[in-house]
């Protein structure tokens, strides 16, 4: 019996610059075959049995994680590697002191021979994706070349991946170009090389997460947020989350939190007992695309279709709606095994392990059993309080936006900035202690403005300029705010229960939009009065809400200075209205 597949012409034929494309790349890097990904969930399966065959796969107990995998990278790779990712633009100064730069040519020529052959005895996988609802102008397209088929299978769930993309490319948009080998995933040998100008990404030698799903921070970040200042919008490392109250009105916050800092788990956050009639509706977890609305607001897509996201932690108790999430369908690297093949790790109460996340026996003495950048990678659609309005072509309006760091002291709860100009100071003041996302110290505070600092293509300078120059484009801007989840006392304890009571704090924000709620004047913004949080069923430690809701000027005049030479490295690029906030501030402080 005929069906639609066989009157639909071959992928290759569609759009000629991808093909020719691919042709290069099929000359430089001599695969032994070449498939084009149409995107289906037959193709998936497929690939999924390939693996599972070839042992590169794991399948995991199918009464408990029915259609889950376990797959497990190399142990050299195992994050993303900040330290060997790089912005090539012509000119250094726009890459910026933020970022590694290269010359274009001499990447492409380093690059190129690492390439040459790099795909013999392999197949080429052609991924065209577009990132964003596939109708909505505000989407972008982008196609991956990859000899991964671990990293199609993760693309398939990241990005709405295949024909319809393909299409969208063939009809005149433009795409991103994304060239990705694992190599020998040497960390040698290992490169995440940048070209804005020529919207092109070229990376080898790693398999994981953002160095190797390149619709995610290398496209969706990076090369989307030089397109997005050429092009007047942002492209900012937010989940995006839907907040319904008891009287059925829906509001969107956009937040910034540096990686596994949380964002996952405020946006798919539970409401807890005592706030009755409030309901949570994911949009994203990771990023957002937001753009000047027509009138006057700032509205905002996720451009992806799934969650990579950090499995350690999860558990009924902290992210309910993860942890049932990830019960099926869920493709699982580097955790624990249990004896009965039930993925594992740190932070579940139940369940023991038997194997590591290398596949070792258990031994606790060599470290935690799942890595602690395990990651699940989902379909957005398996999230309980996934909401429809993710695929709403021009987006979701946002009514505020909020940055947040992992910071021990200093940073209260939670403080309001006076405006947009203000708001932008704020997002450049942030810094957070480093996690496992990426190789390297963790738990060293870092500057980390707006949570871009690994994803920001180009120089922060002109990007704050940029971000001064969308909210003069807005006349109903939404407000800024800062939080901190992860305060604690002297000895060391959090003074915050964070999860789901953080909905306390974004529902004075809320209140703060609609006009109803108080705040304290202070020099660092508007503070919370303690009677305007909704406490209702929280019992605190004591003095704990004083120590969250104040701020002490002595730390404070330490934290200007620091954020001042800071920004002293950007030179003539700094925006002087960011300078003058900063002044203004200082004044504040005395
Ligand atoms: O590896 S990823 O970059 O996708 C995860 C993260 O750091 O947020
Ligand atoms: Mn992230």
Redesign the pocket.
């Known amino acids: 019996m005929a069906t639609a597949a066989h009157t639909l012409s071959p992928l290759a034929d569609l759009s000629r610059a991808v093909a020719e494309w691919v042709g290069t790349v099929r000359e430089l890097t001599q695969p032994r075959a070449v498939h084009w990904c149409e995107g289906t969930e037959a193709e998936a399966r497929q690939l999924t049995t390939q693996l599972l065959r070839s042992g590169e796969l794991g399948a995991l107990n199918a009464d408990q994680f029915p259609g889950c995998h376990l797959y497990r990278s190399a142990p050299n790779d195992v994050?993303?590697v900040e330290h060997l990712t790089y912005i090539c633009t012509r000119s250094q100064e726009d890459a910026g002191p933020n970022n590694h730069w290269m010359d274009p040519q001499q990447a492409h020529a380093k690059m190129r021979e690492l390439f040459r052959g790099c795909m013999r005895e392999r197949t080429l996988y052609v991924v065209p994706y577009c990132m964003g609802p596939s109708d909505s102008p505000l989407a972008r397209c982008g196609v991956e070349i990859t000899d991964s088929p671990y990293v199609v299978l993760n693309m398939l769930v990241m990005t709405r991946a295949g024909r319809a993309a393909l299409e969208r490319i063939a009809r005149g948009d433009s795409f991103v170009r994304g060239l990705h080998s694992i190599g020998e995933l040497d960390p040698e040998r290992r490169f995440i090389m940048h070209f804005p100008e020529e919207l092109a990404i070229e990376s080898f030698g790693s398999g994981?997460?953002?160095?190797a799903?390149l619709g995610?921070?290398c496209h969706a970040l990076r090369i989307a947020s030089w397109q997005a200042r050429s092009e007047g919008w942002l492209a900012e490392h937010m989940l995006i989350v839907g907040l319904q109250n008891p009287r059925g009105e829906t509001h969107y916050l956009a937040c910034a939190f540096p990686?596994?800092c949380g964002k996952t788990n405020l946006a798919m956050l539970i409401p807890p007992g005592s706030l009755p009639g409030w309901r949570v509706l994911t949009v994203g977890d990771?990023i957002a695309w937001l753009h000047p609305g027509e009138d006057g607001r700032l509205w905002a897509i996720n451009p992806e279709a799934g969650y990579?996201g950090v499995v350690p932690g999860t558990n009924p108790r902290t992210n309910r709606n993860a942890y049932e999430m990830i019960r099926r369908d869920t493709l699982f690297t580097n955790v624990a095994l249990t004896a009965d093949s039930q993925p594992w790790w740190e932070g579940l109460d139940s369940g023991k392990p038997v194997l590591d996340w290398q596949g070792r026996p258990y031994d606790p003495a060599r470290g935690p059993a799942a890595h602690p950048n395990s990651r699940f990678t989902v379909s957005a659609r398996r999230n309980p309080s996934w909401s429809p309005h993710s695929e709403d072509a021009q987006g979701v309006p946002i009514a505020a936006l909020v940055f947040g760091g992992r910071r021990r002291e200093v940073a209260p709860l939670v403080y309001e900035a006076r405006d947009w100009r203000h708001g932008v100071l704020v997002g450049a003041s942030l810094a957070s202690e480093t996690t496992a996302?990426?190789v390297g110290q963790v738990g060293v505070t870092r500057r980390d403005p707006m949570a871009m600092q690994p994803f920001c293509g180009y120089n922060f300078g002109d990007y704050w300029q940029h971000w001064l120059d969308v909210g003069a484009r807005l006349a109903r801007p939404p407000r800024i705010y800062h939080v901190n989840w992860f305060r604690r006392d002297a000895q060391g304890r959090f003074l915050w229960p964070g999860y789901g009571e953080n909905l306390r704090v974004l529902t004075w924000m809320l209140e703060r939009c609609a006009g109803r709620a108080a705040a304290v004047d202070s020099p660092i913004g508007w503070l919370p009065r303690p009677q305007e949080l909704d406490l209702r069923g929280l019992e605190l430690g004591s003095g704990a809400l004083e120590a969250l809701l104040t701020i002490d000027r002595t730390l404070w005049r330490k934290e200007a200075a620091d954020l001042r030479e800071y920004l002293s490295c950007y030179g003539s690029r700094l925006p002087p209205a960011l300078l003058a906030e900063l002044t203004a501030t200082e004044q504040r402080l005395g």
């Open positions: 994050a993303r994981y997460g953002g160095n799903l995610k921070k990686s596994a990771d990579f996302a990426a």
